[in-house]
């Protein structure tokens, strides 16, 4: 049975670290299995980047075309952009939006390997997702030093605050999930995912620290099992409607102003 879902944080391509990774029509094959009807497609981070800016491209090209193939199960995809490319980073970004059509970026910089915390590579991708009132994956590790932890994202989501963030797995420790909550309740414009996990209890300390408006529904898969999160939601002891803005409400309300 398909439940009304949307994913924000669904992968295909691999990274090459730990070999990990999936196809579209693998992807299909496990949302057709958990019974999630569509999904926001991003890149796996820390793909292959041995030919540079032609494989960005190439990969970008892919979710594209995979959006345009299934638009009833991916209403949106979400491009990569390597920053050490600098310019051809930003040019990169600019296409990845005025000419695929894409919805904005996913950034993992602890696999990607940089930090949110040099502006000279930063600013400039986040000016051009600002400017255009972008979507973004936003990946959140609890290491201090990983580039990516809950103090680098608040100055990233702060500053560029035209853009709509998904704090990917805010949550892995009480830390790092204290610090991603105070964001959220600070910044209308960010919201946390409820990826790689399946306990149906954080689900509901979501809901009681910031409300089923500011929670959406992400797996992180193929990294972890889509079904075991999508039961995280679905087993809470949440309303049905509280329930239904994590799943799809939520960001069907940001498609509909994009799109």
């Given at each position: 049975m398909t439940v009304p879902s949307i994913d924000v944080h669904a992968h295909i391509g691999k990274t090459v670290a730990n070999n990990i990774g999936q196809t579209v029509d693998e992807l299909l094959q496990r949302m057709d299995s958990a019974g999630v009807e569509q999904a926001l497609l991003s890149r796996a981070a820390g793909d292959l980047q041995s030919e540079g800016i032609r494989d960005t491209r190439?990969?970008?090209?892919?979710i594209a075309e995979a959006v345009r193939?299934?638009?009833d199960r991916f209403p949106g995809g979400l491009g990569v952009i390597e920053v050490r490319h600098e310019q051809l980073a930003v040019d990169e970004k600019i296409r990845i939006m005025d000419e695929l059509g894409m919805l904005g970026l996913a950034v993992h910089?602890?696999?990607?390997?940089?930090?949110?915390?040099?502006?000279?590579?930063?600013?400039?991708?986040?000016?051009?997702?600002?400017?255009?009132?972008?979507?973004c994956l936003m990946h959140s590790s609890p290491d201090a030093g990983s580039g990516e932890s809950a103090q680098d994202v608040r100055k990233v989501?702060?500053?560029?605050?035209?853009?709509?963030?998904?704090?990917?797995?805010?949550?892995?420790?009480?830390?790092?999930?204290?610090?991603?909550?105070?964001i959220v309740c600070d910044l209308p414009n960010v919201y946390m995912d409820v990826a790689y996990q399946s306990d149906?209890?954080?689900?509901?300390?979501?809901?009681?620290?910031?409300?089923s408006e500011r929670v959406v529904f992400?797996?992180?898969?193929?990294?972890?099992?889509?079904?075991?999160?999508?039961?995280?939601v679905t087993d809470a002891n949440i309303t049905d409607d509280d329930k239904a803005n994590i799943l799809f409400r939520n960001v069907e309300k940001l498609l509909a102003t994009r799109t």
């Open positions: 190439r990969m970008n090209d892919q193939n299934h638009p910089p602890a696999v990607e390997g940089y930090s949110l915390n040099i502006p000279l590579w930063i600013d400039p991708i986040f000016e051009v997702l600002d400017d255009r009132k972008a979507l989501t702060s500053k560029f605050s035209q853009v709509t963030y998904f704090i990917g797995h805010g949550f892995i420790t009480d830390e790092q999930k204290a610090e991603c909550v105070s149906p209890r954080l689900t509901e300390e979501l809901v009681a620290a910031i409300g992400g797996s992180d898969v193929p990294f972890y099992e889509l079904g075991r999160v999508l039961n995280s």
